[in-house]
């Protein structure tokens, strides 16, 4: 349906960590079967931006990209994941926060991506999503910010 019409879905993955535990109650079963789908989503235009919903959410990108992959709160429930069918992969999840992020907002051409001719918005995080174990992902810190290839933070770790 998204996808014959061109619309980017954009959804909040922390909602389906929040919501999870009286979603169903509140839903019913029948249509839970298409809530928080985003696998599903994804698979209409091959894309889902992601986003952090603040502040109704808590803003972490980092606990975004924790409830799309492995579908738990910051807490790490509930452990089995939240309809964990509909997780993101890694890279998805990534891409989702970034260039399709950046896609939707029709932006695409000054952000979400590193590469000549763009505004250089990045951060240094202290370990490698993409290879962390789960277990670390949380614990992930921002080393530095840039905003425009100009540093507007620097850890102490990296002073």
Known sequence: MFGDYGIIPSVQPVHATSDGPWAEDRLG????????AYRTLKKELGLLALGTDFPVERISPIENYYAAVFR????GEPEEGFRPEESLTR?????GITI?????SFEDDKKGSLE???QADFVVLDRNL?????????????????????EVYRSAKLR
């Not at 079963?29 to 928080?36: D, G, I, T």
């Not at 738990?72 to 807490?75: A, D, S, T």
């Not at 962390?132 to 100009?150: F, S, W």
Request: proline share 2%.
């Open 130 to 150: 993409i290879k962390a174990p789960e277990e670390d992902i949380l614990k992930t810190r921002v080393l530095a910010t840039y905003i425009h290839g100009e």
């Open 91 to 95: 890279q998805e999840a990534l891409r």
């Open 116 to 118: 000549v001719g763009k």
């Open 100 to 104: 399709w992020a950046a896609l939707a």
């Open 72 to 75: 738990k709160n910051r807490f």
């Open 29 to 36: 079963a029948e249509r839970m079967e298409n809530a928080y």
